[in-house]
């Protein structure tokens, strides 16, 4: 299994020499995949692999009994269901794209997935979910952190204005370059994204910033220098001389961006959540999305307009997000305190 970057070290094919073309053609063309994707898929091969070599089992193609045992190791070893999920997804991608069987069709590995959830909800396990990042946390920010004459504070605030306003993931807005920005006839700023995670197509994605979304990202441009480089992208890290570090290569790192909604929790004196999942105990790269998700369901936004604006595919992902605020809008609810419809 040579020259598959990666791959080579975790499956032994022996002479299924068909089955090592198509994953080369895999690797190949790995392009057509979201980069966090294809880094995924390495990453749970990874894992499965060497817990094949520790079990005495065969790794690929894999049989629906070792997937079953596998499944059954993740449980013991506490991992949530949603992190078995994307184990098995990925397990079942790569043997899609090698076009054998996989071992996820077999009713042996339904059943444990099934008891899998069954077990999970039953010991009382939710489903994890960022630290909402809402509207009242924007403007809060904003007030505190307006004057600054702090580079990374501007930027900061800059960023997390077109997080919210966008809906965007990180990874879509760390893309994004300054000559990406248009402006419209009253002056706002109009954002031409490439492409994101759902929507691949010609023209990509337009996202309209507010007034005061506008002002600030003008206010991050102006005080970065970065209007004269249009391959810049719009984000950039920062020096501690006060100055931008424009960058037309490197786009900002996650971590970089992940400190910006941490900082701003910081910023709050706000106090960390419980752990949820041993993870969000404040604001995370996704909590903009997700507050974003929640103010709209909130004001009266259908879930197809939430959809919409941020390019989700699938409503259970959505109502994942906004299930408490539509609990408050049940139909026996709005019984019990009018006894008669509404609306």
Request: proline content about 2%.
């Given at each position: ?122 010991a009382g396990e939710r489903t994890g979910q960022a ?40 990874s879509e807005i760390s893309r994004i370059r300054v ?165």
């Open positions: 299994m040579e020259n598959l970057n990666g791959l080579n070290s975790l499956i032994a094919l022996d002479a299924q020499d068909d089955i090592s073309a198509r994953l080369r053609e895999l690797v190949r063309d790995k392009g057509a995949f979201a980069a966090n994707t294809w880094e995924q898929l390495i990453s749970v091969m990874r894992i499965v692999a060497a817990w094949a070599k520790k079990e005495g089992r065969i790794f690929f193609p894999m049989k629906s009994t070792d997937l079953r045992d596998y499944i059954s190791h993740m449980e013991e070893k506490g991992m949530a269901v949603s992190t078995i999920q994307v184990h098995t997804s990925m397990i079942a991608m790569l043997h899609r794209e090698a076009q054998v069987v996989s071992p996820t069709s077999s009713s042996t590995v339904r059943r444990a997935m099934r008891l899998t959830r069954r077990s999970a909800l039953v630290v909402p990042f809402r509207r009242d946390d924007l403007f809060s920010l904003d007030v505190l952190w307006v004057a600054s004459d702090r580079v990374a504070i501007i930027r900061n605030l800059a960023f997390l204005h077109v997080a919210y306003s966008t809906l965007l993931r990180m000559r990406d920005i248009g402006r419209a006839p009253d002056g706002r700023i109009i954002l031409n994204v490439g492409y994101t995670k759902t929507v691949l197509k010609a023209g990509g994605v337009t996202k309209s910033l507010s007034f005061q979304s506008s002002e600030r990202l003008t206010s991050w441009i102006n005080m970065a220098g970065l209007a004269d480089h249009p391959d810049a992208f719009l984000f950039c890290g920062t020096h501690r001389t006060n100055k931008a570090i424009i960058n037309t290569t490197k786009p900002l790192t996650a971590p970089s961006m992940e400190k910006i909604f941490s900082d701003a929790w910081a910023a709050l004196e706000k106090n960390d959540v419980k752990a949820n999942k041993d993870r969000y105990t404040c604001w995370t790269g996704h909590s903009a999305r997700v507050g974003a998700a929640q103010d709209m369901a909130a004001a009266g936004y259908s879930v197809a307009q939430i959809m919409q604006e941020g390019t989700w595919t699938k409503p259970e992902t959505v109502m994942g997000y906004i299930r408490h605020i539509e609990a408050q809008k049940g139909a026996m609810l709005d019984f019990m305190e009018h006894g008669k419809k509404t609306n």
